[in-house]
């Protein structure tokens, strides 16, 4: 079965360090992948998907199959970017997402 | 467009008793899904649909039941509330055109006492 593990529950860094929050999976298949985020009294949104390699508020995640890891990174958190971050895997053809746990990232000033 | 709009926000539930989330989306979506959320847990897949008429179990279907009788609504029904089915409860929806973005409701968090 695939299986989706975020190994940090709480992540708690300093506005302007840089945050990496981390994601491996299991799929025997071509993984698909994405981060979502959960700003606070927010509906979930996608923030990344690893087949569109952007950018985006900063945050980069690189798909490494070798290590089967997804880690989203930022060299320099901001307060805004306190929130839950997901990491989810597409299983199948019918966009069904498996999620990770999450991690809660505190950013303090 | 609203999206995907989720009603009640707020519900408790006595065991035994039964009701429905609605869920609607306004962007006509071919694909719609249930998860539910519980703490430390992430999001798990209760069913999901990929047009009217069609739908099918996800990882966690016990205690829960759907239907697509169109392409904007897809209600999740609790037949005989358990207090293993508080949670928090989203409803998300694709486009399932090349794009697999999921667009997520505010939530129903349900709470059965």
């Known amino acids: 079965a695939q299986r989706v593990t975020q190994p940090e529950k709480l992540l708690s860094v300093f506005k302007g360090a840089p945050v990496e929050l981390k994601c491996n999976y299991s799929?025997?298949?071509?993984?698909?992948l994405f981060w979502y985020v959960q700003y606070s009294r927010q509906r979930l949104q996608l923030l990344l998907r690893?087949?569109s390699r952007e950018s985006i508020k900063g945050f980069t995640a690189d798909l490494n199959k070798g290590e089967t890891s997804f880690h989203l990174k930022k060299p320099f958190a901001q307060e805004e970017d306190s929130a839950m971050y997901y990491c989810?895997?597409?299983?199948?053809?019918?966009?069904?997402?498996?999620f990770g746990a999450g991690t809660q990232v505190v950013v303090t000033p | 467009n609203a999206g995907v709009t989720q009603t009640p926000k707020f519900r408790i539930l006595k065991i035994g008793q039964s009701m429905t989330l609605q869920c609607t989306q306004d962007?006509?979506?071919?694909?719609m899904y249930w998860y539910r959320q519980d703490p430390g847990m992430g999001l798990k897949l209760i069913y999901y649909?990929?047009?009217?008429?069609?739908?099918d179990k996800g990882e966690v279907p016990n205690g829960y039941n759907v239907s697509r009788s169109t392409t904007e609504d897809f209600p999740l029904r609790l037949e005989l509330a358990a207090p293993s089915q508080t949670s928090v409860y989203f409803c998300?929806?694709?486009?399932?055109?090349?794009?697999?973005?999921?667009?997520f409701g505010p939530g129903t968090r349900l709470t059965v006492t």
């Open positions: 989810a895997l597409m299983e199948g053809s019918w966009g069904k997402l498996q």
């Open positions: 962007m006509n979506h071919n694909y």
């Open positions: 799929y025997s298949g071509s993984p698909e």
């Open positions: 649909s990929v047009g009217a008429g069609i739908t």
């Open positions: 690893h087949i």
């Open positions: 998300a929806s694709i486009s399932g055109q090349g794009t697999y973005e999921q667009y």
